[in-house]
T-cell receptor, first 112, second 113 residues
Framework: LAKTTQPISMDSYEGQEVNITCSHN???????ITWYQQFPSQGPRFIIQ???TKVTNEVASLFIPADRKSSTLSLPRVSLSDTAVYYC?????????????FGAGTQVVVTP | EPEVTQTPSHQVTQMGQEVILRCVPI?????FYWYRQILGQKVEFLVS????????KSEIFDDQFSVERPDGSNFTLKIRSTKLEDSAMYFC???????????FGSGTQLSVL
């Protein structure tokens, strides 16, 4: 599984866009990039997954450059309820999805 | 959205006692997992289960741990003789297929005294 590096914490105000960048220099050809969100005392929750370019859903966007050595999770117009830990995971879905390797994640704190 | 259900939400036990943590995965899911998170630390993989057998396990999942799917709906994690260091939040997760996302339950907070 590819090693990932992401900031330990980020602070934001309500209504702002939050961008969290994850580095994964040794990403393999078959690896996908997936982001999970975790609130205190809750299990992680899937946010978004992508392989290349841009993926968007109702919650977030994921930007992946051509070399795929990094990715950026974008949370548009955050609210207080977006305060959580965000995890970037990289792996081959057909081989590693069951064994997700969580790092320390990025603690995002949204204030009024 | 469908949910993975875990019971109990909190479990307190004495060191050396056996505990069983229970999970009801999403009904059409085929792959089942247990993870744990010690307070302030990372979420750690324990075990994966498919087709009524363990498909992968971590170093944490030693002989004191076992999993079982006793019927068509429940998935349990048993710790035979708990230790203080087993205190953690235990998460059950499931997925429908090999390329599908994982759904996590809300966890069972296990406290070993």
């Amino acid at each position: 599984l590819a090693k990932t590096t992401q900031p330990i914490s980020m602070d934001s105000y309500e209504g702002q866009e939050v961008n969290i960048t994850c580095s994964h220099n040794n990403i393999a050809t078959n690896d996908y990039i997936t982001w999970y969100q975790q609130f205190p005392s809750q299990g992680p929750r899937f946010i978004i997954q992508g392989y290349k370019t841009k993926v968007t859903n109702e919650v977030a966007s994921l930007f992946i450059p051509a070399d795929r050595k990094s990715s950026t999770l974008s949370l548009p117009r955050v609210s207080l309820s977006d305060t959580a830990v965000y995890y970037c995971l990289v792996g081959d879905p057909s081989r590693s999805w069951g064994k997700l390797q969580f790092g320390a994640g990025t603690q995002v704190v949204v204030t009024p | 959205e469908p949910e993975v259900t875990q019971t109990p939400s909190h479990q307190v036990t004495q060191m050396g006692q056996e505990v069983i943590l229970r999970c009801v995965p999403i009904s059409n899911h085929l792959y089942f997992y247990w993870y744990r998170q010690i307070l302030g630390q990372k979420v750690e993989f324990l075990v994966s289960f498919y087709n009524n057998e363990i498909s992968e396990k971590s170093e944490i999942f030693d002989d004191q741990f076992s999993v079982e799917r006793p019927d068509g709906s429940n998935f349990t994690l048993k710790i035979r003789s708990t230790k203080l260091e087993d205190s953690a939040m235990y998460f059950c997760a499931s997925r429908e297929g090999v390329n599908e996302k994982l759904f996590f339950g809300s966890g069972t907070q296990l406290s070993v005294l």
